[in-house]
């Protein structure tokens, strides 16, 4: 605003320039906002969304993707907190690579993801071959549904926390050491903290990410109800079987409600933290 | 005590320190770039030197020939880094009890409160660092540094970020803690006048070595080297022709120095602008000894000072003379355009020139 007081000239240009960005905008959005109203108006419009939500399938699919989606987020701040601590503060021979190998699932088609893993784990797999032999079956088990989450959505937690840690000020670090303070309590009590924010929209990423999956799944899991059959492939399920697109619609509208209150979630608490590195 | 002497290579820039410092404020003056930081950085432990070795308090903490290098953490110095780096997700009280983690609550408690008392923030407990001056911040950094007994401070151009006014109130409080503390306390600044308020003795560094160690008024008015004198702004470097015993000649006109110099040998004489002397003396007489008659050519207001510049009508140099605001206005110095200037023998201070 002071800036357009100070100069008219560039402010004018700056304002039609919104003005001629205004219009694709608003079609965007309305892009994203009218199927999702449409999915709400024909729930509404179909009725019984409660008694079709209420069936044993939806309980049972709502039930596993809640638990499996939480695990691979488990899973993936276990191994991804410190593999992207690493990648943000050191440097070391295959950095690169590393840096490239931890993208890489956030590009493929989460379909090849799921033959990959079924040709590594599978029962004949090279080393599902091995883990069956020991009376370990990884394929077509809720294992194998996390195994799959966790592959195409921990690198949406590393990616950012990443970006997070290299934003922060090393001398925050380097404070904190002079001070008498452990490397290890540094970490927990300095670093982490300061990457609060970094790191809850990257949980929030991946956490949604393995709610969503269904390619990697349906390949290396299958789609058995009560096992390996999450929210997605009910909706595929139900919208094959005799309910159609009704079953479907219930289905979507459920996760379209948890998707938008976990953003808004994030949103807030986001808003409330102090992770202002200055 | 501590005793410094490392080497380290860092590119094309070659460190090579030497000091120490007793219960005493060692200041390390030099431009930016000139190794003062990465002198401080190998002491904290926080960069390891090539070579070398560094004592504090009697514990070696770094010997490159018998390989000790402790971490940070057990070096036991107070470090005040020059970026501040107050913890912006932690309160004052939380940012100062940090360092001690392993205290008893009451314990702790107490110690956060007494340290809010010593450098008087008291009231800033509850604050995040976002929330206060740089002052302030500074204060609370200091605090946090000294939570835990420390062997040394460490202070990286603890004023910098600070302006003038903020400034001259932390440097009047470190001056207030230096005798409480009792530990040796090395400074790191560029700023001159800081270095001289703040120091018992200084090194002067410049690119990665100790041109001279000394005490102030030594570094000051005795400068070991040409060198030395302009980075410490001594506004007059001569040269000079030694006569024998100590005289020398300055452009054309005799001075006693304060050493002798080998007749016929090439010299660098130094005088501090605020050391020349206006005297009042008929510029008809005879001059008495290390005088001359000059005019001002130039004039230059401070605001707390006046610099003149003066040519001799005779034999003599050109001279840059320094005067508080205050005489300088009341005598009507301007107002005389011809002085006779006294270059006193005890403040022409000989510099040898390197072979």
Redesign the interface.
Known sequence: MADRVAAPRAGRRAWSLEALFLSPTLLFAAFILVPLVALAVRGWQDGEVAERLASPFVLHALRLSIVTSTLSLALALIFGVPAAYLLARSRFPGHRLLTILVELPMVLPPTVAGVALLVAFGRRGAIGSTLSSMGLELSFTTAAVVLAQLFVSAPFLVRSLQAGFEAI?P??E?????????DW?TFW??TL??A?PSLLSGAVLCWTRALSELGATLIFAGNFEGRTQTMPLAIITAFESRAGLSGAIALSLVLLAVAFLLLVLARVSRGR?????? | MITVDIQKRLGTFQLDVQFDADRETVVLFGRSGSGKSRSLAAISGLMRPDSGRIVVGGEVVFDSTSGVNLPPQQRSLGYLFQQIGLFPHMTVDQNIGYPLGGWERTARTRRVEDLKGLLRIEDLGARYPDQMSGGQQQRVALARALARPVRALLLDEPFSALDEALRADLRAELIRLRGDLDVPIVCVTHDLREAHLLADRIAVVEEGRVLQFAPRTDVFQRPASRRVAELTGVGNIFQARGLGGTQVEIGGHSFEVDAPVEAGLLVDVAIRAERCLLRRVDPAAAPPANCFVAEIVAELAFGNSYTIRLQATGPGPLVDIEIASHPYEVLGVATRKQWVVELPAADLHVMRRAE
């Open positions: 000020d001398t925050y380097d404070v904190s050491r002079t001070l008498g303070v452990s309590r009590r300095v903290p300061l609060w933290s102090r992770g202002d590195v200055s």
